[in-house]
């Protein structure tokens, strides 16, 4: 339950820091497939439109990023021709994950960067666009432990601290980041389904299985959060750092979302916010 | 691979959100909010418990019963550890167990925190029975807030 006296932090929109990844405008391409959308926080609100529809301040509280307008009545139709705050500003998808808490204090990811990529299949010439209206949970918001977790916790620019499914202790002047795939194989006809999980599934050996034929960008999603340090008192509204899951519900315009897929994706190049290579 | 280039070229006509159900369904909003109805009261249950309140602990029985009669399919706790709300969380019924003022807090949190949610769905729900489920447990909270 919330706690009475919980103290929200104020939502403040926290545009990602320009991201630092070398532009690849001069010289040769760069030849890893990828293209990227660097978002901020939107809003903080108890809803999930995915698994508890229209049932608004019902869930734990989630952050969303991207499209302005999310909340549990959100539908496809009520996405479109909204904004939101993604670089590209093409890019309003919707976006969210749990929210962070030390002890009762919500901390909200300072870097939030969702990439594109070609990588996972052997054949990404063959990458269809995201479905417009797809819809996509990744993680396991009920992960008990390590074995049933796919979370991965790290620091920001301290290497030798190793990985882990839960939350690890970052040396000061770093910060804790964590890392989510999200499902790449659809099964070709469904944009949601009734565990809003069996619609989607992972590539096995470099392709789709031929349950879910249909090969879309493997969405990444990377959130650094201004926290090193000791990690007690760390929590997320969904419970310890294993339970971290993400959901998309793409509304990219069609066409932002075809060309990306054409110009980076199927030819293996390395993009900029635009969806332009080098 | 022809398949597959065929079923690319095809994709766009196939792409159809789930076709949304008939008014008055038991459709993706009504089956939501059972499922986290039978995870809020299954744990609100073990808080009522250490309380020996036996019209609490009566409300809640009468309700899993009626919850459990609308689920269409086995069900499963999307829920189990979240913090969600009006509902308690192990922590939570952990420190009740020791704590009298804590008991008192954690159900009164219980009441008003799981009413909203119970608005919330009744503006939501359009399935008759699964709204008249949502009746009786406003009802119950509204009276158990009352008796204080």
């Known amino acids: 339950m919330r706690k009475p006296a919980l103290p929200i932090a104020s939502v403040i929109v926290l545009m990602a820091a320009a991201l630092s990844v070398p532009g690849a405008a001069q010289g040769e391409p760069v030849r890893v497939a990828e293209f990227v959308a660097d978002c901020g926080l939107s809003h903080r609100l108890a809803d999930d439109p995915i698994v508890l529809p229209n049932l608004a301040g019902a869930s734990h509280f989630h952050d969303f990023f991207g499209n302005h307008s999310t909340n549990a009545r959100s539908t496809q139709q009520s996405l479109e021709g909204q904004t939101g705050n993604c670089n590209p500003a093409a890019d309003i998808s919707s976006y969210w994950v749990p929210t962070m808490y030390r002890n009762n204090t919500a901390i909200a990811p300072t870097g939030i960067t969702f990439y594109y990529l070609g990588e996972g299949v052997n054949n990404p010439a063959a990458i269809q666009p995201t479905p417009y209206g797809l819809k996509i949970v990744a993680g396991n918001a009920k992960a008990t432990g390590d074995a049933d977790s796919i979370a991965r916790w790290s620091c920001l620019h301290a290497g030798h601290v190793n990985p882990s499914k839960n939350f690890v202790e970052c040396p000061a002047g770093t910060m804790l980041e964590t890392y989510l795939d999200f499902p790449q194989c659809w099964d070709g006809r469904n944009l949601d389904s009734a565990d809003h999980k069996s619609h989607m599934t992972y590539p096995v050996a470099g392709g789709c299985p031929s349950s879910h034929p249909v090969s879309v960008p493997k969405l990444r999603m990377v959130l650094r959060y201004p926290v090193n340090g000791s990690t007690a008192g760390l929590r997320l509204s969904s419970g310890t750092g294993q339970t971290m899951h993400g959901d998309f519900f793409n509304v990219w315009p069609r066409a932002e979302m075809e060309r990306r897929v054409r110009n980076c994706l199927n030819v293996v190049l390395k993009c900029d916010h635009a969806g332009n290579h080098g | ?148």
């Open chain 2, 1 to 148: 691979m022809t398949a597959l280039l065929l079923a690319g070229l095809l994709l766009p006509a196939c792409q159809q959100e789930p076709p949304p159900p008939p008014q008055n369904s038991y459709g993706a909003t009504e089956r939501a909010f059972v499922e986290l109805a039978i995870a809020t009261d299954e744990q609100a249950l073990k808080l009522v418990e250490l309380d020996d309140n036996p019209a609490l602990i009566e409300n809640r029985k009468t309700e899993l019963a009626e919850l459990r009669k609308l689920l269409d399919a086995p069900y499963v706790n999307h829920h189990a550890g979240h913090d969600m709300p009006g509902m308690p969380t192990d922590a939570e019924i952990q420190l009740a167990s020791t704590s009298p003022d804590a008991l008192k807090q954690f159900v009164h949190a219980h009441l008003t925190e799981s009413l909203d949610v119970l608005r919330s769905a009744g503006a939501a729900i359009t399935h008759p029975p699964t709204a008249e489920v949502v009746d009786l447990m406003e009802r119950h909270r509204a009276a158990e807030l009352a008796a204080g």
